[in-house]
């Protein structure tokens, strides 16, 4: 072996050193920013939802839910072991991020079965912890997480398929794909994007019919013992009309322009790579069939009325793992017109992080950067000697939006939500019903209707409640009814009027909290 090849060699065990502590920095910057960020309404569906079903309630039936029920029952385990209290839902926030770590091996494990190249995979988890629309949502307790998961690895299953054509693999893949499922429908999409992978290595002869028959069939035997729960308990009709029929009628909607705009300023590097990665270095099936999986869920994204941040979370893996070889591939062939486009994106991604960042210490985190560029141009030298200074920066500003995330949201923090639900707690009974209508705080006490949030109007901002009624069936919802009859101990001024009998004559505002109405009698 001759001396440049003994050093690139040496290099590239050093790059793979720093890059490994890379992302153990990655996400211990993550933990922080999950165990300080707010809690978002849907956190608090999510747990309340688990609430009900714990205490005896059961879902579609005595209360909406409009997802598919197992995340639900995966958070009841927390909830029973801890308790009702406001710690719960830390505890079971980071009871959730344990998927999402789980999530980042499995982008690993699925690089590092496509290019056999350990630099490329770990490339693969920074470039996907970098992510600002990715973590936003997986720090989160919401059922994206376990969907995404199991999603990840029946790709993962089903690429090492291809690669043996060991059964078991197939099994392995199509059991994921329907846990996927049972954990939210918009597994349906990833139903979509396999079944025409399998259809198309069918027509190439890369897998037989008698294969795709085997994996259909057990695909509906993990389904199959759901399906007939939910008709033997007689809730099939009312499954499809809250899970699919009002999902589609939503009356709220949005485009995605909004999410695309957001992976367009905070992440140009990985989109940059991803469409290099596509179009020039996806040279193997299995390469193939990864980059195209990500551009089928990114349509995906334009099939659905409101497209929030979570919507995009099955794209972005895939999206890294085919950036990071496009990115290891630059760096080794030394291809000019992409060793420029990786200077241009990762300095316009720099300035755009000093400027979000710069109503901080900015001073602080431009010390950092220096100090870890520095000590990477020492260590993390790259394939070759000419493009060496670039690594460092790409791996900065990988690691950049975590940290800008981590000031960002600490800002706020959680702390106020948390006193609120202890504050509710502390004046509540076991017994005794709230009023939220919008998943802000109640999250072990009873509601006071089979709607118990995203009832605002269909003049503002509609929600669930007139989506319901406007295109499902007709549904009578009078809050002040259902105040009178169960005379909650807590109301939320949420779309009711404070001077109404209901309320003046028995409830007084509360000295904490100013939206908040307690009851007198």
């Not at 919401?142 to 059964?167: H, S």
């Not at 990665?277 to 099939?303: H, K, Y």
């Not at 499902?472 to 109404?500: F, G, L, T, W």
């Amino acid at each position: 072996m001759t001396v440049p090849e003994t050093n690139e060699k040496n290099c590239e065990r050093s790059l793979n050193r720093y890059a490994y502590g890379l992302v153990f920095v990655m996400l211990a910057g993550i933990v922080l920013l999950s165990l300080q960020r707010f809690f978002g309404s849907d956190e608090i569906e999510g747990v309340h939802t688990a609430w009900k079903i714990l205490a005896g309630e059961k879902i579609y039936i005595d209360f909406f839910q409009h997802h598919h029920p197992f995340f639900y029952y995966f958070l009841c385990a927390p909830i029973a072991i801890f308790g009702e209290s406001a710690s719960t839902l830390v505890i079971t926030r980071q009871f959730c991020l344990t998927m999402t770590i789980a999530i980042f091996l499995t982008t690993y494990l699925i690089s590092l079965r496509l290019f056999r190249d350990s630099l490329t995979a770990i490339l693969s988890v920074i470039l996907l912890g970098g992510t600002y629309i990715f973590i936003d949502s997986a720090i989160e307790i919401r059922p994206d997480l376990p969907q995404t998961l199991f999603c990840l690895a029946a790709f993962y299953f089903l690429f090492t398929y291809f690669d043996n054509k060991r059964l078991l693999y197939l099994l392995l893949s199509s059991v994921c794909l329907a846990t996927s499922f049972l954990f939210l429908q918009k597994a349906v999409f990833a139903v979509a994007i396999i079944g025409l992978m399998l259809l198309a290595a069918l027509y190439k002869k890369n897998i037989t019919f008698r294969a795709i028959v085997i994996y259909v069939a057990m695909f509906v035997l993990t389904l199959l013992p759901y399906l007939i729960y939910l008709i033997a308990s007689s809730t099939l009709s009312d499954y499809i009309a809250l899970n699919w029929l009002l999902n589609m009628r939503f009356l709220y909607r949005f485009s995605p322009e909004a999410g695309f705009r957001t992976i367009m300023d905070r992440n140009i590097l990985l989109v940059c790579f991803s469409i290099a990665g596509l179009i020039g270095f996806s040279n193997t099936p299995n390469a193939r069939r990864c980059a195209w999986a990500a551009v089928g869920f990114l349509l995906s994204i334009f099939l659905v009325r409101a497209p929030f941040n979570q919507y995009f979370m099955p794209a972005m893996p895939f999206m890294a793992v085919i950036a990071a070889n496009a990115l290891k591939q630059t760096l080794q062939t030394k291809n000019s017109t992409l060793t420029i486009l990786l200077i241009i994106t990762t300095s316009v991604s720099f300035g755009y992080f000093v400027h979000r960042i710069y109503g901080y210490d900015i001073r602080l985190i431009l010390i950092a950067a220096v100090g870890l560029s520095s000590l990477a141009s020492r260590s993390l030298i790259g394939i070759s000697k000419r493009y060496n200074k670039f690594l460092p920066i790409l791996i900065l500003i990988s690691l950049a939006v975590p940290i800008v995330e981590i000031f960002d949201r600490a800002e706020e923090g959680n702390q106020r939500k948390l006193k609120l639900v202890e504050y509710v707690l502390s004046i509540t009974d076991e017994d005794d019903h709230i009023y939220d209508g919008a998943a802000r705080f109640n999250v072990f006490r009873k509601d006071i209707d089979y709607f118990w949030f995203s009832v605002r109007p269909k003049n503002s901002n509609p929600g669930a409640l007139a989506s319901y009624q406007q295109n499902i069936a007709d549904y009578h919802y009078d809050v002040y009814e259902s105040i009178d009859r169960h005379k909650p101990k807590v109301i939320a001024r949420h779309y009711i009027d404070p001077k109404h009998p209901s309320i003046s004559n028995h409830y007084k505002q509360s000295d904490l909290v100013d939206w908040l109405y307690i009851r007198m009698d």
